[in-house]
């Protein structure tokens, strides 16, 4: 059974810092691109990360872009997403994502954070 | 960026009834388009993936068409669980983006 578990989300003043995980298993993970998604509280789905499955290749939204960086660690089956300079309008509930042909499939339950002074 | 807009953003039915969902590109995407469900508290469930093919363990009363700028996903006969929100999702370019969703709701 495929399982991905967020963790790493919380309170954090404008400016600050997080680093996300996501613990994945179920699946052999060094074969599969792997993403990060958001949903703003009462809001739609924004796409904002994806990494291959070296993690030579990274993608990122505009809005992310310089401020975020996802990676990754096969030996761990682990995907992380460092975020820098968050800004109240990061405030979100982030999903991990397993990719097929490019797409998630497989999401975990994710994790809340709260940008806010 | 590429634009996704769905239609109607609200769409009130009765279980048995036929949905039939909208979502328009910005610009051509081929059929780089997937379709997912979401209900309250939950994650998002992939539907349907380039425009017409059915995920796995996806029933087959969801079904998806379109290529282009055009899309639509359509289901048969409501059942009382697919009463929840519909996203779209395009691949074609960077970055990938969402539709605002399409909410079902029961009449």
């Known amino acids: 059974e495929v399982q991905l578990l967020e963790s790493g989300g919380g309170l954090v003043q404008p400016g600050g810092s997080l680093r996300l995980s996501c613990a994945a298993s179920?699946?052999?993970?060094?074969?599969?691109?792997m993403s990060w998604v958001r949903q703003a509280p009462g809001k739609g789905l924004e796409w904002v990360s994806l990494i291959s499955e070296s993690g030579d290749m990274t993608f990122y939204t505009d809005s992310v872009k310089g401020r975020f960086t996802i990676s990754r660690d096969n030996s761990r089956n682990t995907l992380h997403l460092q975020m820098n300079n968050l800004r109240v309008e990061d405030t979100a509930v982030y999903y991990c994502?397993?990719?097929?042909?490019?797409?998630?499939?497989?999401w975990g339950q994710g994790t809340l954070v709260t940008v806010s002074s | 960026e590429i634009v996704l807009t769905q239609s109607p953003a609200t769409l009130s039915l009765s279980p048995g009834e036929r949905a039939t969902l909208s979502c328009r590109a910005s610009?051509?995407?081929?059929?780089?388009l997937a379709w997912y469900q979401q209900k309250p508290g939950q994650a998002p469930r992939l539907l349907i993936y380039d425009a017409s093919n059915r995920a796995t363990g996806i029933p087959a009363r969801f079904s998806g068409s379109g290529s282009g700028t055009d899309f639509s996903l359509t289901i048969s006969s409501l059942e009382p669980e697919d009463f929840a929100i519909y996203y779209c999702h395009q691949r074609s370019k960077w970055p990938q983006t969402f539709g605002q969703g399409t909410q079902v709701e029961i009449k």
């Open positions: 610009q051509s995407i081929t059929t780089l």
């Open positions: 994502a397993r990719n097929f042909h490019w797409i998630p499939d497989y």
């Open positions: 179920g699946f052999t993970f060094t074969t599969y691109r």
